[in-house]
């Protein structure tokens, strides 16, 4: 029986906001609400921006594994999803830390006065990738000004930015709004769609003759999965966030150690997974989980001259109206440093 309830996109979007969709996901996953969270003691409570998924297979394995356990820690992972908030719950005492999908998210929350900061950073980079098919190809930043590209509104963002990067005035970029199933592409309605690259099941429509470019292949950095608390939890509860980061990290060293296993694992544990596309994306998944910086540095590093590049660029784009953020507010090396001998330095699978 799993453990873990992921509701369904459409159940997502046909169900309210807040508490409705927190009680919904019932079972072993739920979101403890702030006068709850106080008697928690030791409890964890992780706030996720999106669906428990292959992103979070090393947290899975922490959880079903004793790892968290043996850390002394009673972890309860809250999924998240199109209608439902990652940051409220962590600002107001309801979760202990969260997780971005990406480093963008974190940047904008902390220009608007959010008070949050970067602990680790899962993936090394965006798995956000712009897909085509062998007709059409999109292969390069020269091919991107002769395709019509198909984005989400959402990131939209990402193609202003690898414009002004490279200096490719945006009117030569066909830019067309798109939702997030593939139809359209495969209705040639564009030439190249946008979406997370580790989403293989979904991508499989397009045919296995497409072509996967990553954004962070056109020149943007961002890192992914990347896990936040507030600049008070991080001045009070470092203790809890150090050894939750250090559980996590060794759960992700299982994964690559036990790779096949570690998604039999997941699948049994969190519902809404197919173990056999899941299998197909394992190496994918490490080999964004893992490269010569994690290494050198252990799983979860990043680079704080990476997230300065980034900051300037999206102010470039006018990202911040009311200002950029300051590479300090954004980050903190605490945790990574206090966690520097759990975390296991591994490189990206062969």
């Given amino acids: 029986m799993n453990r873990f309830s992921n509701m369904s996109r459409r159940r997502f979007l046909q169900s309210g906001s807040g508490v409705a969709v927190a009680s919904a996901l019932g079972g072993?996953?739920?979101?403890?609400?702030?006068?709850?969270?106080?008697?928690?003691?030791?409890?964890?409570?992780?706030?996720?921006?999106?669906?428990?998924?292959?992103?979070?297979?090393?947290?899975?394995?922490?959880?079903?594994?004793?790892?968290?356990?043996?850390?002394?820690?009673?972890?309860?992972?809250?999924?998240?999803?199109?209608?439902?908030?990652?940051?409220?719950?962590?600002?107001?005492?309801?979760?202990?830390?969260?997780?971005?999908?990406?480093?963008?998210?974190?940047?904008?929350?902390?220009?608007?006065?959010?008070?949050?900061?970067?602990?680790?950073?899962?993936?090394?980079?965006?798995?956000?990738?712009?897909?085509?098919?062998?007709?059409?190809?999109?292969?390069?930043?020269?091919?991107?000004?002769?395709?019509?590209?198909?984005?989400?509104?959402?990131?939209?963002?990402?193609?202003?930015a690898i414009a002004a990067k490279h200096g490719i005035p945006i009117e030569?970029?066909?830019?067309?709004?798109?939702?997030?199933?593939?139809?359209?592409?495969?209705?040639?309605?564009v030439d190249a769609i946008g979406g997370w690259i580790t989403n293989t099941q979904a991508l499989s429509v397009v045919g296995e003759d497409r072509i996967d470019l990553l954004v962070s292949d056109l020149g943007l950095e961002s890192y992914a999965d990347v896990y936040f608390a507030t600049d008070d939890a991080v001045d009070s509860n470092a203790e809890q966030l150090a050894a939750f980061i250090g559980a996590t990290a060794k759960g992700w060293g299982w994964v690559h150690a036990n790779p096949s296993e570690a998604v039999e694992v997941m699948v049994g544990a969190v519902d809404g997974l197919d173990l056999g596309w899941e299998q197909k994306t394992i190496d994918l998944v490490l080999k964004l989980s893992f490269d010569d910086d994690t290494a050198r540095d252990g799983w979860g590093t990043f680079d704080p001259a990476s997230l300065e590049a980034q900051l300037a660029l999206y102010d470039q784009i006018g990202q911040y109206p009311s200002g950029r953020p300051s590479l300090a507010d954004v980050h903190t090396t605490s945790i990574l440093e206090m966690t520097a001998d759990a975390r296991p330095k591994l490189g990206a699978p062969a």
Avoid: H
């Fill in 28 to 160: 072993a996953v739920q979101l403890v609400l702030p006068d709850a969270a106080s008697a928690q003691g030791a409890k964890v409570v992780v706030k996720y921006d999106w669906l428990m998924s292959n992103g979070q297979t090393g947290d899975i394995i922490a959880a079903e594994k004793g790892i968290y356990a043996d850390a002394g820690l009673d972890v309860e992972f809250a999924p998240g999803g199109p209608n439902s908030a990652t940051v409220p719950p962590v600002i107001s005492g309801a979760a202990t830390l969260g997780q971005f999908s990406e480093t963008p998210q974190l940047f904008n929350a902390r220009a608007g006065g959010v008070p949050v900061k970067i602990l680790a950073c899962g993936f090394r980079t965006g798995p956000y990738a712009l897909t085509s098919k062998p007709e059409k190809p999109l292969r390069n930043l020269e091919d991107l000004q002769n395709v019509r590209v198909g984005v989400q509104p959402t990131a939209r963002f990402l193609i202003d």
């Fill in 172 to 189: 030569n970029i066909t830019v067309i709004p798109v939702g997030f199933d593939k139809s359209p592409l495969i209705a040639g309605e």
